[in-house]
């Protein structure tokens, strides 16, 4: 089997070859991401390996499907860059990695929280300019506060019982509520009680038509002062606008972001000696009670060897043609 994998980093390379000593595939490393300028690129090819930047919409499928190209199989968990219906129209197989390492995430996700609460990040550049004075880093316990989870599922879970492990009491929203968060302790309320009774509240849902958006200017409105939000899900789950609205005005206190809604231009790129063209983003970078970090949730060791393994596993199913456990069902 020929696979072109897309947006391929030395560390994907070096974790994928690993994994393929056990399969022995012809894999082929693109540095450039898939989209419709770069699609030719995959000619031939019996599958592209692609990651969260890469855009598989219906144009960039139907030249994949010119180049004879049968399989999808996507580095990560999330799907929302696929566009679904078209791949089934047009007969794609299309896999994932449903879970490589919810900790990765999850632990990150509380990273972002630890540093934010005691303004770490701020200490570190003034203990480094022999500045050592205390004003204006004032933290908060996290015993005893109130996190609101949105979407308890992998990462939702090991979050909550982090969570509780630290004396916090969690409240949980998810259209399918799960009886393992109710045992780690988790509350489920209707979206609007997480909102005005959470301290902190994390993401942990998936980018969809329906949470597209869901931290917006009505939401926010509903929060309660000075919460400290933290999104490691999508970045577009959040109205970055409207966020910075409520930094401005005083009822965001904190916010920790791993992903960011115009992230593809930024991401996983050394863009130090070039103009950020983004004036919302820029304008994020001015708060002192922002934290964001670039979509390294998952940049683990032990996520990324799951995630190779994972990978070449399904390439193998859908090449011997047996049923791939990890096939993205509903497209
Ligand atoms: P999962 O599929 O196990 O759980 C997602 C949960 O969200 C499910 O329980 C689902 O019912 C729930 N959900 C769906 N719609 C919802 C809504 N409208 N409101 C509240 N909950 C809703 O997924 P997992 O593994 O926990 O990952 C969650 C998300 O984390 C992924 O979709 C992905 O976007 C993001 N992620 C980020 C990474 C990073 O590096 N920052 C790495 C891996 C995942």
Do not use: W
């Not at 960039?60 to 799907?79: D, E, F, N, W």
């Not at 490691?232 to 791993?258: E, F, H, W």
Request: proline share 3%; glycine share 8%; net charge negative.
């Amino acid at each position: 089997m020929r696979i072109a994998v897309f947006s391929a980093k030395n560390y994907d390379r070096q974790s994928l070859d690993k994994a393929n000593r056990a399969y022995l595939k012809e894999l082929v490393y693109f540095e450039a991401k898939l989209d419709a300028n770069t699609a030719l690129l995959a000619e031939g090819f019996d599958a592209v390996c692609v990651f969260v930047h890469d855009r598989l919409d219906s144009r960039v499928l139907k030249l994949l499907l010119k180049g004879k190209t049968r399989s999808i199989a996507l580095r990560c968990a999330g799907y929302n860059n696929v566009d679904l219906k078209t791949a089934k129209a047009l007969g794609f197989q299309v896999v994932r990695v449903p879970a490589y390492s919810p900790h990765a995430v999850a632990e990150h996700a509380l990273g972002l929280l630890l540093d934010l609460n005691r303004h770490i990040h701020r200490s570190y550049f003034r203990v480094r300019e022999g500045n050592f004075a205390l004003e204006g880093l004032l933290g908060f316990d996290l015993f005893g506060k109130t996190v609101g989870i949105i979407g308890t599922g992998r990462i939702g879970l090991v979050m909550t019982r982090i969570l509780k492990g630290f004396g916090c009491e969690v409240l949980a929203h998810d259209p399918i509520p799960d009886p393992e968060c109710e045992k780690a302790g988790g509350r489920y309320v209707p979206l609007d009680g997480l909102f005005q009774g959470s301290d902190i509240i994390s993401l942990h849902c998936p980018l969809t038509p329906q949470t597209h958006h869901l931290i917006n200017g009505a939401a926010i409105a509903r929060m309660k002062e000075g919460v400290t939000l933290i999104n490691t899900s999508r970045g577009a789950i959040l109205d970055t606008v409207a966020v910075i609205q409520g930094l401005k005005d005083g009822r965001i206190g904190n916010l920790g972001l791993d992903v960011y809604e115009e992230e593809d231009n930024l991401f996983f790129e050394d863009l130090s000696n070039t103009i950020i063209q983004d004036d919302v983003f820029s304008r994020l970078l001015t708060f002192p009670n922002v934290l964001i970090t670039a979509h390294q949730g998952f940049f683990t060791q032990e996520a990324l060897k799951s995630i190779a393994d994972v990978t070449l596993a399904n390439l193998d199913d859908l090449e011997k043609g047996r049923r791939c456990p990890n096939s993205v069902e509903d497209h």
